[in-house]
C-alpha cells in the first residue's frame, strides 16, 4: 500500500524550510560579521598623528595609542634644566636596562626625546600598570621628597619618575617609563607608532 502525500503539507513544509533556512541567513550574518575586527580594533594598532600646535610649555596632552595612553609633555626650560645632575638620584639615568624594549635610539639622551622640550612617553608606570600623576611643580609637597624638581607620581605605591620618565632609585617601578616609537612630521605635528619615513 503506498502513502499517498498531501500536496498542501508538503508546500507549507518547503515553504517553512525555506523561511527558516533565510532566516538562519539572517542570524548567521551579523554572528559571522562579529569575528570580523571592529574599525576601532582595526585603528588601535595603527600610528596616530597629533597637533601639537597648542600645546604650551608647562602643559600635557594624552592621546590613545594601542589602547595605551600616550603623554605629549612640552617642557619649560626650567624643566629641562632640572634633567642636569639627577643621575645619581635615578635608578637608570641613561635607559640602559632594557635599552631596545623601553627607549628607542633617538630617545636614548638626558632628555629621553627627540627635540629637548617635547617629552613623549606611555604613561603607565613599569611596577603594576598603574598610571602616574603629574608633579611638574618643584618643591616639598606630600609624599615626594623635599628637592622634588618635579615629574610624575604613581599613586599606587609610590614610584616616582623625573620630567623625562625616568624612575628614582629604590622605588617599586623596576624601569623607566617606555618611550613609543615616535617621528615628527613637522614642528606641529607629530606621529605616534612610526619612527621611519616610508
Known sequence: ???????SKRTWL???????????????VPFVSSFSPSERAK???AAVEVDISALKPGEKLTVEWRGKPVWIVKRTPEQVAALKGIDNQLADPKSERKPDELTPAYAKNE?????????V????????????????TPGAQPSLPDDWTG?????????????????YKNKP???????????YLSDARLIIGEDKKA
Open 14 to 28: 518547503i515553504a517553512s524550510s525555506c523561511a527558516g533556512a533565510v532566516g538562519a541567513g539572517f542570524v548567521a
Open 173 to 183: 617601578a623596576p624601569d623607566n617609563l617606555e618611550i613609543p616609537p615616535h617621528m
Open 151 to 167: 615629574g610624575f607620581l604613581c599613586p599606587c605605591h609610590g614610584s616616582t619618575f623625573d620630567m623625562a620618565g625616568r624612575v
Open 111 to 119: 632628555a629621553r626625546s627627540i627635540k629637548p622640550e617635547i617629552f
Open 43 to 45: 585603528a588601535a594598532g
Open 121 to 136: 612617553a606611555v604613561g603607565i608606570c613599569s611596577h603594576l600598570g598603574c598610571s602616574p600623576s603629574d608633579k611638574f
Open 1 to 7: 500500500m503506498s502513502a499517498s502525500v498531501d500536496t
